[in-house]
């Protein structure tokens, strides 16, 4: 299968500080790439659509101006979490479909941690 | 409003036997299935699919049954084995390519 990397695996941070996490498709090329976001014993919460070389989309609900979505090329995009607070901890994964399969492959994850 | 729904939260299975996962859709839409599994603090592992003109796609041990009549489909593990303990989440693709998830099954396949 297609494989999606994501880096940091693991970030702890102060409140107020922001955090970029990388999520990269490493054998194909994905124009449009997906932001989750789960919390404990929860199921995955879609959080935006990521478009290559345009905005990207936010589900409702999801602030906009507070994780900026950078899709900058076919093989990465980047979701930053500005100005993050303890009630952003969460565990945040990307996924991305190669362009003709329908299936979504998933990164590794992120574990936020904000103190 | 929850479109996809996994109303067994837990299963427990003996090693060997056979494990089934259901999952249920209210979107008519939906047209293409999918399962994965998850242990925690990694990402979900794609295990098996299936198109809505279909009702059955098999490869090796999974198994998974479309009824989209009942808007129904299910995840059959066969022989089941310990290794397969983890978190089994189904899902359905809709418009724009957008995956709805379901709650989650937690599978315990004892020895």
């Known amino acids: 299968g297609a494989v999606v990397s994501q880096h940091p695996s693991r970030v702890i941070c102060k409140s107020g500080t922001s955090v970029k996490i990388e999520c990269r498709s490493l054998?194909?090329?994905?124009?449009?790439m997906f932001w989750y976001r789960q919390f404990p014993k929860q199921s995955l919460m879609l959080m935006a659509t990521s478009n290559e070389g345009s905005k990207a989309t936010y589900e409702q609900g999801v602030e906009k101006d507070k994780f900026l979505i950078n899709h900058a090329s076919l093989t990465l995009s980047t979701l930053t979490v500005t100005s993050a607070h303890p009630e952003d901890s969460s565990f945040y994964i990307c996924s991305a479909s190669p362009a003709d399969q329908e299936t979504q492959y998933f990164g590794p994850g992120t574990r936020l941690l904000v103190l | 409003d929850q479109q996809v729904k996994q109303n067994s939260p837990s299963l427990s299975v003996q090693e060997g036997r056979i494990s089934i996962l259901n999952c249920d859709y209210t979107n008519s839409m939906f047209d293409y299935f999918l399962w994965y599994k998850k242990y925690p603090a990694e990402g979900p592992t794609f295990l098996i699919s299936i198109s809505s003109i279909k009702d059955k796609n098999e490869d090796g041990r999974f198994t998974v049954f479309l009824n989209k009549s009942a808007k129904h489909l299910s995840l059959h593990i066969v022989p089941s084995q310990p290794g397969d303990s983890a978190v089994y989440f189904c899902?359905?693709?809709?418009?724009?390519?957008?995956?709805?998830f379901g709650q989650g099954t937690i599978l315990t396949v004892h020895p």
């Open positions: 054998d194909f090329q994905a124009t449009t």
């Open positions: 899902a359905a693709i809709g418009s724009y390519g957008k995956l709805t």
